[in-house]
């Protein structure tokens, strides 16, 4: 592949549009292929306003930000939610997404930090004073806070919960297959649904869901599904704080499907930063299929592995990641009309 070639690649995956002045005349000079030349450039695309396109359509597929303009939560339960609530959710993560690619972070903050973005309108479903304003701003947080990584964003927290009420099944399926890569294979096509309506609906959602595994073959799923999402009930289907359900104290002890087990969403987030390759390769290979248009594949496997070692040395930055994709065999031996 010409360096042409190659300098109109990754403007298509970072800006989503053909390469600048900058880049084309790097390449038509010979000097893309240069020691430090290529990762200026990338770096130098990420801290452009242009890089956006990349929050905002990666970001989006993987993780189901999409879905937001689809839920509609019942409004009898949560009368607040509105159309500014729902923009707001998005804008929050893509902005703490957007921080952590510009600011070269380590794409662990992506699980655990002490800061978002808010507006007024956030920060008072959230239960956090003084913000004020439509603006979005970085605003630091407390512990009692309860908000900070993604697990905790009101946008991952509603498109994994139904319209009357959280789903641990679906929340625990999210993180097992966007964090650590091994979602559970499908349902057998006979495994009935949970019905609200034969379990008793005054039973807080660990009970309700104990009956569902009552059958044989919904166990093998559940039982590493359930698990994960129970961490996260102590927020509710529009991801606000809570520490009740139906009178009851809430029982948010968990597990992950290798034994570790844990209390409530900060020790889930530990437990996933106890294993931070897990992550990391999962995080590498869906941004890894967005750069490819196609699903990974075995022979993808070296590759992954070096981006993933490189990323490593580089306390896992976002940005070293994106950076070793460029310049992985698969992203440069894909054929142009293939690139995003």
């Known amino acids: 592949m010409s360096d042409v070639d190659e300098a109109r690649r990754r403007p298509l995956l970072l800006w989503s549009r053909l390469p600048d002045e900058t880049r084309l005349d790097l390449a038509i000079a010979g000097q893309r292929s240069q020691s430090g030349v290529l990762e200026k450039q990338v ?7 242009r890089s956006g396109s990349l929050v905002n359509n990666f970001a989006s597929q993987w993780l189901h930000l999409r879905n937001l303009a689809a839920i509609t939560p019942d409004l009898r339960l949560f009368p607040d939610f ?30 655990k930090t002490d800061y978002t973005f808010l507006n007024e309108r956030l920060a008072k479903h959230y239960d956090i004073p003084h913000v004020f304003g439509s603006r979005f701003r970085r605003v630091a947080l ?28 679906i ?8 964090f650590l890569g091994t979602p559970p294979g499908p349902a057998p096509p006979d ?35 359930d698990p994960v ?80 070692g490189e990323a490593r040395a580089d306390d896992f930055r976002l940005s070293s990641i994106v950076l070793g994709i460029t310049k992985s065999v698969p992203f440069r031996m894909k054929p142009s009309a293939e690139q995003p």
């Open 43 to 49: 770096h130098r695309m990420l801290a452009d306003p």
């Open 82 to 111: 509105d159309e500014n609530l729902r923009r707001a959710f998005r804008r929050e993560t893509e902005l703490f997404f957007e921080s952590v690619l510009r600011e070269n972070r380590s794409a662990l903050e992506l699980l």
């Open 142 to 169: 407390k512990p009692e806070d309860q908000r900070g990584g993604l697990l905790r964003h009101g946008s991952i927290l509603a498109v994994t919960s139904y319209a009357t009420r959280t789903s641990p099944v």
């Open 171 to 178: 929340r625990g399926h999210w993180v097992l297959e966007n």
């Open 191 to 225: 495994v009935p649904t949970l019905d609200d309506n034969k379990v008793e609906a005054d039973l807080p959602m660990r009970q309700r869901l104990a009956k569902h595994r009552e059958n044989a073959a919904c166990a093998s799923c559940h039982d590493r599904m």
């Open 229 to 308: 999402g129970f961490a996260l009930e102590n927020f509710d289907a529009i991801g606000r704080w809570r520490d009740f359900e139906r009178g009851a104290r809430i029982d948010a002890s968990g597990g992950l499907p290798d034994g570790a087990t844990f209390e409530g969403v900060a020790e889930l987030e530990q437990g996933l930063l106890n294993r931070p390759e897990l992550f990391i390769r999962t995080l590498t290979e869906k941004l890894m299929t967005f750069a490819l248009g196609r699903g990974v594949e075995a022979f993808d496997a070296p590759a992954i592995r070096q981006i993933v």
